[in-house]
């Protein structure tokens, strides 16, 4: 089992340098971070972050999730 942190965006969607900062803590803390976001007329997303992620592969599932 793996802890889950849970963090909510406070823009459309995550920053750079907020899924930077995720992915930090992923790698120092070796837990999963449960990244969400509320897109206006798309709705509410989230995107898994765990230990091994790179940052273009979170880029390329944040794109995919909310039509960015």
Known sequence: MKYIK???C???I???????ECL????KED???K????YPYNGWHKL???KG???????GKLQRGCGV
Do not use: G
Request: hydrophobic share 40%; proline share 3%.
């Open 35 to 38: 990244l969400t976001w509320f």
């Open 6 to 8: 849970e963090y909510l």
């Open 24 to 27: 930090e803590i992923v790698n």
């Open 48 to 50: 898994f972050i765990e």
């Open 31 to 33: 837990c999963i971070v």
């Open 53 to 59: 992620m790179t940052f273009e592969k979170c880029k």
């Open 14 to 20: 995550p920053s750079d340098e907020e899924i930077r």
């Open 10 to 12: 406070d823009k459309k």
